[in-house]
């Protein structure tokens, strides 16, 4: 079992940053890979950005390249997202989840375990 624990969201207007975390306690936490994912108001839940078991591989949606980064802490069993230049449509849900595939993965159903969410709002 592998419990998460999102926090630092909030209300930033565009163009603003928020870095959000994940904290992680139970099982090894170097065992998953972790992904962020979000949900907007009648939306599906979509990815957002997945890290592999060390750090060495990331991979993000395409509407958040270059924008967004996902990085861990595997010491403090913590993982982050960055989150610069926000827009609007960025604002939702954001949940952490953890993938027994070591590498990450983009695919929903790959993750085991799930946050409960923080919410975060861009306002234009």
């Known amino acids: 079992q592998l419990q998460l624990v999102e926090s630092g969201g909030g209300l930033v207007q565009a163009g603003g940053s928020l870095r959000l975390s994940c904290a992680a306690s139970?099982?090894?936490?170097?065992?998953?890979?972790m992904g962020w994912f979000r949900q907007a108001p009648g939306k599906e839940r979509e990815f957002v950005a997945t890290?592999?078991?060390?750090?060495?591989?990331?991979y993000y949606a395409e509407s958040v390249q270059g924008r967004f980064t996902i990085s861990r802490d595997n010491p403090k069993t913590t993982v982050y997202l960055q989150m610069n230049s926000l827009k609007p449509e960025d604002t939702a849900v954001y949940y952490c989840?953890?993938?027994?595939?070591?590498?990450?993965?983009?695919?929903?159903?790959?993750?085991?375990?799930w946050g409960q969410g923080t919410q975060v709002t861009v306002s234009s």
């Open positions: 890290i592999s078991w060390n750090g060495g591989s990331t």
């Open positions: 139970g099982r090894a936490f170097i065992l998953y890979g």
């Open positions: 989840a953890a993938s027994t595939e070591v590498g990450g993965s983009k695919t929903m159903e790959k993750y085991n375990y």
